[in-house]
């Protein structure tokens, strides 16, 4: 869905993901950071809670999450545990596209998307390095994969 709609839209193509923490500088040791905090965490669902769209370039289209305690409890972990400790306010969406549309092209996405799943398994974590404040499809093309931790737990 990602790749169609980046495609459609001439779009960056992105992993689908949901940030649980977002810190201002790039941790010293981001793979210590992962398996520190997730080294007992298990694979986790979250419940969809709908198709939105919205005015920013993050979260131009995308599927809201329900609100999950263990999730907030792991991006209080990574906040604490990272070198900047920076203020993070979780909100778990799933982005769709990442591009300035006009707001009838939103709707028209929203309207043609049919979700077929209640809820998505997570069964990985990663940093990522990015450029403070993303804005374009050049910010986005230009993320790179710090660390990966598989959840076992």
Same mark, same amino acid.
């Given at each position: 869905m990602i790749a169609d709609l980046a495609t459609r839209f001439d779009a960056a193509v992105f992993e689908p993901h949901v940030t649980i923490y977002a810190g201002e500088k790039e941790d010293d040791n981001p793979a210590h950071v992962?398996?520190?905090?997730?080294a007992d965490c298990k694979p986790f669902r979250?419940?969809?809670?709908?198709? /939105?769209?919205?005015d920013e370039f993050?979260?131009?289209?995308?599927? /809201?999450?329900?609100?999950n305690a263990a999730l907030?409890?792991?991006s209080r972990a990574l906040q604490q545990a990272s070198a900047s400790h920076h203020e993070?306010?979780?909100?778990?969406?799933l982005s769709l596209i990442y591009k300035e549309i006009a707001l009838s092209e939103k709707i028209d996405v929203v309207d043609s998307v049919q979700l077929t799943f209640a809820d998505v398994l997570f069964d990985?974590?990663?940093?990522?390095?990015s450029s403070a404040r993303v804005e374009s499809r050049r910010?986005?093309?230009?993320?790179?994969?710090a660390a990966v931790q598989r959840l076992t737990g």
């Open positions: 992962l398996s520190h905090v997730l979250l419940s969809v809670r709908g198709l /939105q769209y919205s993050t979260k131009t289209v995308f599927v /809201q999450f329900e609100p907030s409890e792991l993070y306010e979780l909100n778990p969406h990985s974590a990663k940093a990522i390095v910010d986005v093309e230009a993320w790179r994969v």
